[in-house]
């Protein structure tokens, strides 16, 4: 192949791989914040304390972290079928690549909402506030800067993850490489994803700091 | 185990109420319970007429609106602006915008930062930090406002200039102020009647000034730090308390010369509280208390508060002592003494 041939190939895949990505996240950032918040309410010392609850959640969370990604997806297609009406291709795809980053990112939440200084929740409650107030006004809010690193985090393991999405069906740049560059020996495709991979994820990195860094309020 | 246990306390309006004990006292829990931030398991927490155990939810939470908290590390929300923070309150309560714009406003020139208006809490001063805890605390015109060992994280010189604020603001807003210190100074300074907490209990309490010339009063002691009295054989020793007019006269000498005997001084202190003078000396006269009891009587019937170190019947005779202060001669109980319109009174009991 020559590397006229091989542009064409690229740009496609790099536009299934961001797609993906972009729906994932959204999900992701939806869906993980509401886990998250639900973690550290529902503890023992927390502002709507339901230990069992909490227990089972961080139970669920824990076993989604630890199946490894590629497992996940070939475990989870009944669910996928369900909610997209078939297991393959990037739509399908999608489905996994959000049931995987939820549980990190509601981590990665439940550590920046720790981190808000317990003495503004306690302002907080002093003043009145209600529950509800509490959590979008002091928690969420306090806790932007970390929340956007997470999701920075998060979005880079889910472009990981896409990678992996050739396996039901999916494209995107890791199909690409395993198709063109190893299994057919194009050194050159192989190349090109290398560098266009690495060239999002610092694009991603870069992005991330750069607004969570304006958040900080120094 | 009793975090806070058997607590009678009553703050009136318009005063200055401090209580003063060491981390561990149980003093921030006792405050945390007149907001029902911590929830006794018995007794009454009454705040401007209303007791608070008996409201529900979203009542207890009004009820917090018209009650002012300062903290010691201030509580501020890193994300806002100052007058963000001090808007939050007012957010709350469901003030509309334009109202809330005028109102944080005036709030922040009532504490002197105006010009901050638009600076983030990172960017501004500890002392700074605390002015915006306390506009934040008086949005809701709140007529009680509570203080978290609110200076305990400043330098001496910004303690004094937030006091000054508190004490200005609770002459100007007949605002009642009730603090927690480990701060003896705070107590001297600003406050009109203390308690003395010790293991999640008050050991004493009362007007300022009628605890330090109360024989005994930790508060006086802590205030006029005198050392162990060690009483040599055949002398004895007096820690006398005076105040206002007495601090005037030449009490000691007089002693000395009416009954020819020689006075050591061994220690004292004087003390601006408020706006009166108090002062302690400890003195030793030659002989037993025995001998002494003619000089003893001359120096209580001067209007002195009087104690004596080192008798084996000193705790006998202690209570007799007590009443000896010419000066109107009361040994108050601030604790339990009772008025129709204190907007604040806790009775609890948390274990």
Redesign the interface.
């Known amino acids: 192949m020559t590397w006229s041939e091989v542009w064409p190939l690229l740009w496609p895949a790099t536009k299934e791989t961001l797609t993906m990505t972009a729906v994932a996240t959204a999900f992701t950032a939806v869906l993980g914040t509401l886990l998250g918040v639900l973690l550290v309410l529902t503890e023992r010392d927390g502002l709507l304390p339901v230990p069992p609850l909490n227990k089972v959640l961080g139970f669920v969370v824990n076993v989604g972290r630890s199946l490894p990604f590629l497992i996940l997806m070939v475990a989870i297609i009944p669910f996928t079928k369900l909610i997209t009406g078939t297991s393959l291709g990037n739509t399908a795809a999608i489905v996994p690549l959000t049931v995987g980053a939820i549980p990190f990112y509601a981590r990665l939440v439940e550590i920046g909402l720790r981190e808000v200084?317990p003495?503004?929740i306690?302002?907080?409650?002093?003043?009145?506030?209600?529950r509800r107030?509490i959590v979008a006004?002091?928690l969420l809010?306090?806790a932007?800067p970390g929340l956007v690193s997470g999701l920075t985090v998060t979005v880079i393991a889910v472009i990981g993850y896409t990678a992996m999405a050739g396996t039901v069906g999916g494209g995107g740049l890791g199909y690409l490489a395993i198709s063109y560059g190893y299994e057919r020996f194009e050194t050159k495709v192989m190349i090109a994803t290398v560098v266009l991979l690495v060239a999002i994820v610092l694009a991603v990195q870069l992005a991330g700091d750069l607004i969570a860094r304006r958040?900080i309020?120094? | 185990m009793a975090a806070v246990d058997g607590v009678d306390l009553e703050v009136r309006e318009g005063e200055i109420f401090g209580v003063l004990g060491r981390s561990g006292a149980g003093k921030s829990t006792l405050l945390r319970c007149v907001?029902l931030?911590e929830r006794p398991d018995t007794g009454r927490v009454v705040v401007d007429g209303q007791d608070l155990l008996s409201l529900s939810g979203g009542e207890?939470?009004?009820?917090?609106?018209g009650?002012g908290?300062i903290?010691q590390?201030?509580?501020?929300?890193?994300?806002?602006t100052v007058a963000g923070n001090v808007a939050?309150?007012l957010?709350?309560?469901g003030v509309p915008r334009a109202e809330r714009a005028q109102r944080v406003a005036e709030l922040l020139e009532l504490v002197g930062l105006s010009e901050h208006a638009k600076a983030?809490?990172?960017?501004i001063s500890g002392g700074q930090k605390q002015r915006v805890?306390i506009a934040?605390a008086l949005a809701?015109r709140p007529k009680v406002l509570?203080s978290d060992e609110a200076t305990s994280a400043l330098d001496p010189e910004t303690t004094a200039s937030i006091l000054e604020l508190l004490r200005d603001l609770n002459r100007r807003l007949g605002l009642t102020v009730l603090l927690i210190t480990h701060e003896m100074d705070v107590v001297k300074r600003i406050c009109d009647s203390a308690a003395i907490m010790r293991d999640g209990r008050v050991v004493e309490s009362g007007k300022v000034r009628d605890l330090l010339l109360r024989p005994g009063s930790e508060l006086a002691r802590g205030l006029f730090p005198l050392p162990e009295a060690t009483v040599r054989p055949g002398t004895t020793v007096v820690d006398v308390t005076f105040e206002g007019d007495s601090a005037d006269r030449p009490f000691v000498s007089t002693l000395a010369r009416t009954y020819s005997i020689d006075v050591n001084i061994l220690g004292g202190a004087v003390e601006e509280i408020g706006d009166a003078r108090i002062g302690r000396l400890r003195i030793e006269l030659p002989g037993d208390p025995q001998i002494n009891a003619a000089q003893l009587a001359h120096l209580r019937e001067a209007g002195l508060t009087v104690e004596v170190h080192g008798e084996a019947a000193h705790d006998g005779e202690a209570a007799v002592q007590d009443e000896t202060a010419a000066d109107g001669g009361t040994a108050v109980d601030g604790g339990t003494a009772v008025r129709g319109e204190d907007p604040l009174a806790t009775e609890e009991a948390l274990s």
Not at chain 2, 120 to 123: E, G, R, S, T, V
């Open positions: 200084d003495g503004v306690h302002a907080a409650h002093a003043m009145g506030a209600t107030e006004k002091v809010r306090e932007r958040l309020r120094k | 907001n931030l207890l939470r009004r009820a917090r609106q009650i908290m903290h590390h201030f509580g501020l929300l890193g994300s806002r939050f309150p957010e709350v309560m983030y809490p990172a960017q805890g934040r809701g509570l």
